[in-house]
């Protein structure tokens, strides 16, 4: 019954989360040119999307499992 909650409340945060990040953003370095002794490399952005209906996903079950939580204890 308590897994329930923590579970439920952990659920509630990441599908806030979800809503107000709407996706996760990282940078890696690649190689441009690589010709003997001369190095250059960029920096690159990409994002991974997260879409809205994950965050509702995440919420709804949040809720559901924290209302279950409550009523079996």
Known sequence: MKTFMVLG????IVG???????????????????????????????TLPIGPIVGGVALAGGIVLLVVGLKKG
């Open 9 to 12: 409340i952990l659920l509630i």
């Open 16 to 46: 806030i989360a979800a809503f107000v990040f709407q996706g996760i953003s990282y940078t890696t370095r690649e190689k441009v040119v690589d010709i003997g002794p001369i190095h250059m490399s960029a920096d690159k952005t990409r």
